[in-house]
DNA sequence: TTGTAAGCGTTATCAG
DNA sequence: CTGATAACGCTTACAA
């Protein structure tokens, strides 16, 4: 772990000035005998250029930071994977954030674009707030943000369509013939919470199906949270006979509570998570959900990023990522034919 | 966007010298008057400190490296998620490297700590070279190797013990009277299949259990992998009455194939898996699993490289941390009761 | 083609 | 207490 060379440590060895070593190493124009003396020297001295001193001249650290609420959470997850290979085959680093949903945390990082680690962010908040909108007007590195914005805030921007997900799950139930279809949602001031709960009663209503407060049911994103609430629903509503979950976490909850109810799934009723998360596959039922493109959003929001970053100034972009309802057990109530072709769910060695 | 002020900026604007700007911005000793004039000029301006300047003139960049085969994996991830929070409570950024498992992506990434652009690296190979060990002897910075290395690398390392995580799981399947226990494995030349055949192999004879090659099959570490490979084990032996999974993956494509052929899990064949993930819990019948600590192994890396960022020379350390047997219904035959507490899975906005 | 020197934005030394 | 000034390691005019 000495203290590495530099060009300085290769010119004195090679006999020339360190301006000559920079261009060996640049591949300028350089007569054949210093090449060869440079990168011998180089060579003999595991030279490694200096990244840091680098990016301090050129002003880019080829380093781009992902900003999310969570790691853990699948959906930022299906992200980073997306982001990570694209990020890497264009010569970037990636640079991690996980803010916990902490807006301040948000903020933050967006404040700290100043500090020229990175020289770019992809952002995905959970509450866009006016103090997210001032920071990112004078943010010091191109941003995109994956997620809703307000008309009119002028920055690179990914969206997923949970409103046409949402109705694309409610068809799907209809057509199989349920006419009483709960949903399950999360908190109504996250941005998808609000966005699930306009969806419903829409989609409900050009179904031509009445909204009934009875059947809508709020907890939180998880697991137990899923209990929970449609333990309650099923005790107001034992007649109900689908599910529109808010996510795949609250959907397993929901099948636990059904099969503890000794109700069958999809024969009394039928369960649609959202998201699409490997858990959806590996549940039993396995579980049909509405896929709102988290890999894609994620593909292109750093191929935005990257577009931006080559290209400098334009006009801010919007890509809407179309949903897909992926169908499962859960509605059908076919499992998929063994061996199947399971979608590459990461390995597990 | 427009290029950020340096201290040069506040200097003029409070009308006074570079030297004082940086002190006052270090908290070095400062006429309140001086303090005052900078404080007002930095603020007026949105000065923001440049970390790469300042990275090369102290030698740290407060960044650490982590380089894995694929984020995608739950294993990884369940690292990350603990190495991210501790990392930053001191201060580091994380930087993500996905190697896809290739030895010379690896190799790479240890030798660009040359470059200087972290201060240590966190890496878990899964396979480990002698090209591994020669480019980490020559590490420009501090390394702490997640996973075997072979005796006598001097190298900080955190260890699974899968060897005892296997025989918690056949004493768990032994004591509940299970005697035709199969190995599902992966392939025996990474360091995770090696050692599970070792330690199948040497916990069946401290129960007194012939080995029987019959039992024994290998496949990848998928789920298609792990739905082959059952296949062909019940058709070669269709009298084994449990499983040993060498991942979760395995063990829900086990599931599967049981399923689909009419046996009842674990009434007809009991299953376990390894690393307990996410989907472990998820499955249904839920999925027995021995944890190997993926979580604890990620923190404990963290913790080993912050002392040596903090400490400097030292010998180096190995972490070995313990496994765990988590019992769910794919073995005990009964369901955790509703609502149950899980462990947090991860959100799923 | 090559070397000298300036500069990227900080920190730190050393006189005043 | 403060201000010049020299690094940190590299790139790049500009001159030779």
Redesign the pocket.
């Known amino acids: 772990m000495a203290?590495?060379?530099?060009?300085?440590?290769?010119?004195e060895r090679a006999?020339?000035?360190?301006?000559?070593?920079?261009?060996?190493?640049?591949g300028?124009?350089?007569?054949q005998?210093?090449?060869r003396k440079v990168m011998a020297a180089a060579e003999e001295l595991g030279?490694?250029?200096?990244a840091?001193?680098?990016s301090?001249?050129?002003?880019r650290t080829n380093q781009v930071a992902f900003a999310m609420a969570d790691i853990g959470n699948p959906v930022y997850l299906a992200m980073v994977r997306q982001i990570q290979p694209v990020l890497k085959a264009a010569g970037y680093r990636l640079v991690l954030h996980s803010t916990d949903a902490i807006a301040a945390d948000e903020i933050d990082v967006l404040h700290s674009l100043g500090e020229?680690y990175v020289d770019g962010l992809i952002m995905s908040p959970l509450r866009v707030t006016g103090a997210h909108l001032d920071t990112l007007k004078a943010a010091r590195a191109p941003v995109v943000i994956i997620g809703q914005v307000p008309e009119g805030t002028r920055v690179d921007n990914v969206r997923a369509d949970s409103r046409t997900g949402v109705k694309l799950a409610l068809d799907h139930l209809h057509a199989l013939g349920r006419r009483r279809i709960a949903l399950v949602n999360g908190p109504l001031d996250t941005v998808p919470g609000a966005a699930r709960a306009a969806a419903y009663a829409e989609a409900l209503d050009a179904l031509g199906l009445p909204y009934d407060e009875e059947l809508v049911e709020i907890g939180d994103f998880y697991r137990p949270d899923g209990v929970r609430a449609v333990a309650a629903l099923l005790a107001r509503r034992p007649d109900v006979d689908a599910l529109m979950c808010a996510n795949d976490l609250i959907a397993l909850g929901a099948l636990d509570v059904l099969r503890a109810s000794g109700r069958r799934v999809p024969g009394d009723v039928a369960v649609v998570g959202m998201d699409d998360t490997d858990l959806a596959a590996a549940s039993w039922p396995s579980l049909t959900s509405v896929s709102l493109g988290s890999a894609e959003r994620g593909k292109a929001a750093a191929e935005l990023l990257l577009d931006r970053l080559q290209h400098g100034e334009r006009e801010p972009r919007l890509v809407t990522v179309p949903p897909r309802l992926v169908v499962r057990a859960s509605t059908s109530g076919r499992e998929p034919a063994l061996p199947y072709d399971t979608p590459q769910e990461g390995g597990g060695r």
């Open positions: 203290d590495g060379p530099t060009i300085n440590t290769i010119a006999g020339v000035s360190i301006a000559s070593v920079s261009r060996v190493l640049n300028l124009p350089t007569r005998e210093t090449v030279y490694v250029r200096n840091v001193a680098r301090l001249k050129s002003r020229r």
